[in-house]
């Protein structure tokens, strides 16, 4: 009973350890999400990489072989994120 009585009383407003994990998995997906995207509209778009028109057909194998190794890497990384079960609340 005195083990009850010494525990200070717990801050409504502190959040949960698990959860500010959680959000931050959430964050660190959509940034590196949109980082990726940038990176490919860049090289594509704005270079040029990827429309016919403006490319040699050297830039363009260069620009698709990226984009897809690229999209390989960052669903292995959002896979290995997101593979560890939570806890059930």
């Known amino acids: ?4 009585q010494d525990k200070p009383p717990e801050d409504p407003n502190k ?3 698990e959860l ?3 959000l931050i998995k959430i964050m660190r997906t959509i ?6 995207m940038m990176i490919n509209v860049f ?3 704005y270079l040029g990489f990827a429309i016919p028109e ?3 057909p050297g830039r363009m194998i260069f620009f698709y072989a990226w984009f897809g190794v690229s999209m390989i890497a960052y669903l292995y990384f959002v896979w290995r994120l997101w593979r560890k079960k939570m806890s059930a609340p």
């Open 31 to 36: 940034f590196i999400g949109f980082f990726w």
């Open 43 to 45: 090289l594509g778009l």
């Open 20 to 22: 500010f994990h959680f």
């Open 15 to 17: 959040m949960d350890y």
């Open 54 to 56: 403006e490319s040699t």
């Open 1 to 4: 009973m005195e083990e009850e």
